[in-house]
Nanobody
Framework: QVQLVESGGGSVQTGGSLRLSCAVS????????IGWFRQAPGKEREGVAT???????RYADSVKGRFTISKDNANYTMYLQMNNLEPEDTAIYYC??????????????????WGQGTQVTVS
């Protein structure tokens, strides 16, 4: 079982930036894919970005060019750099891993492990 702990959320103005961190309780250097999801008020949880062991990244269309996912295997930490934030980015952001660690979690049904979430508010 893996534990995921997010940090770095907060409130920013439109156009601002935030960097989210996700501390992972196990080694992420092997065959491993991990990702970020978000859930806005009244909406379904959606995938934001994933990154695998070969540092291949995938982004939702709504965040392409503004968000960057990365990971530090030495410190078992994943990041989400969010630039040019918009009010539509307001949500609780979760890091997520699948039961099969090498399989990228693209949808909530793919996720076996969730962090507790961190609130991002853009106004």
């Amino acid at each position: 079982q893996v534990q995921l702990v997010e940090s770095g959320g907060g409130s920013v103005q439109t156009g601002g930036s935030l960097r989210l961190s996700c501390a992972v309780s196990e080694d992420t250097s092997g065959p491993y894919c991990i990702g970020w999801f978000r859930q806005a008020p009244g909406k379904e949880r959606e995938g934001v970005a994933t990154i695998d062991s070969d540092v291949r990244t995938r982004y939702a269309d709504s965040v392409k060019g503004r968000f960057t996912i990365s990971k530090d295997n030495a410190n078992y930490t994943m990041y989400l750099q969010m630039n040019n934030l918009e009010p539509e980015d307001t949500a609780i952001y979760y890091c997520a891993a699948g039961r099969l660690r090498w399989a990228c979690p693209r949808a909530p049904r793919d996720v076996a492990y969730w962090g507790q979430g961190t609130q991002v508010t853009v106004s």
